[in-house]
């Protein structure tokens, strides 16, 4: 089967373009990756070439063997859509978790994204806690990076404020969310704190920089990138108003949601205000 009639990578590019069109990625900003399925390799293994082993940048020993498919570094996800194999890569890791090497795609050059250490530790990390996880999403979300110039960079704030804005959040991402402070993107360092925070969350926000979410498939990833800049959004308006809050939920009704939606809502999240 031809790469691009797969429909893992249908997937890949029409979650890429959603992204897009919903502003999140201007010019090369943004990146998004994909721990193929074995079965889905064995069918287009036949378009697949052996590029040469090239180092990640970190080490992923849980990640042996396996193949990812990725943006590309500089590449513009505005895009994809039209050029996948030049936007594109599918990227295999070798039997030391050292090195990858590109086996489809990038037919113009380059490499894979900057933030390959982070996408890799992230999905060694989920792999690690449930073998579902197969996709990593960085956007560049306005209004979550908005909120990380006016609010404590602490996970119990974000997270609060978030839920708190919508009612379905504390539903779609109960365990709450993590913060990065600023830190130099592109390298392993950011990756080492960005991963520590997916060991307990599936959202990390890069404080003045944009978001990471983790999920099972393109759609619920991509929905809990949504629901959270969603309720960033909101957020931005109500301060914006500049009138404060005058009701809001508050912890005994996320109680009484966590009974009824059988979510088990972290207490350190419904402190007293
Ligand atoms: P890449 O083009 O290397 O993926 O970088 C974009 C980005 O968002 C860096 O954080
Ligand atoms: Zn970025």
Redo the contacts with the bound molecule.
């Keep these: 089967m031809r790469v691009t009639e797969a429909e893992f990578v249908k997937k890949f590019i029409k979650t890429a373009d959603d992204g897009w069109i919903l502003g999140w990625h201007e010019r090369?900003?943004?990146?998004l990756s994909y721990r193929i399925k074995p079965d889905d390799v064995s069918a287009v293994k036949e378009n697949l070439k052996e590029g040469e082993w090239r180092d990640a940048g970190t080490y992923v020993p849980g990640l042996k063997g396996e193949f990812f498919l990725v943006?590309g570094?500089?590449?513009f996800f505005k895009n994809v859509k039209e050029d996948p194999e030049d936007t594109l890569s599918i990227i295999e890791i070798d039997d030391t978790g050292k090195r990858y090497r590109i086996v489809w795609g990038l037919v113009n050059g380059g490499r894979p994204?900057?933030?390959l250490p982070t996408h890799l530790m992230n999905h060694e990390v989920k792999k690690a806690i449930n073998d579902k996880y197969r996709v990593i999403y960085?956007a560049?979300t306005t209004n979550l990076i908005a909120l990380t110039f006016v609010l404590p960079l602490e996970d119990e704030v974000f997270t609060r404020e978030l839920w708190e804005m919508a009612t379905e959040c504390p539903v779609v991402f109960p365990d709450g969310v993590g913060v990065v402070p600023w830190m130099v993107?592109?390298g392993y360092e950011i990756a080492v704190k960005t991963c520590e925070l997916m060991k307990k969350y599936d959202l990390a926000i890069w404080a003045h920089?944009?978001t990471f979410a983790a999920g099972f498939d393109f759609d619920l990833t991509f929905g809990l990138m949504h629901t959270a800049e969603k309720a960033a959004e909101i957020l931005v308006k109500v301060l914006s108003m500049g009138m404060g809050k005058k009701q809001t939920v508050e912890p005994e009704d996320f109680k009484k949601l966590s009974k009824v939606f059988s979510v088990d809502l972290p207490e350190r999240f419904l402190y007293e205000k």
């Design positions: 090369n900003g943004g990146n943006t570094s500089g590449k994204t900057s933030e960085h560049h993107p592109g920089h944009g």
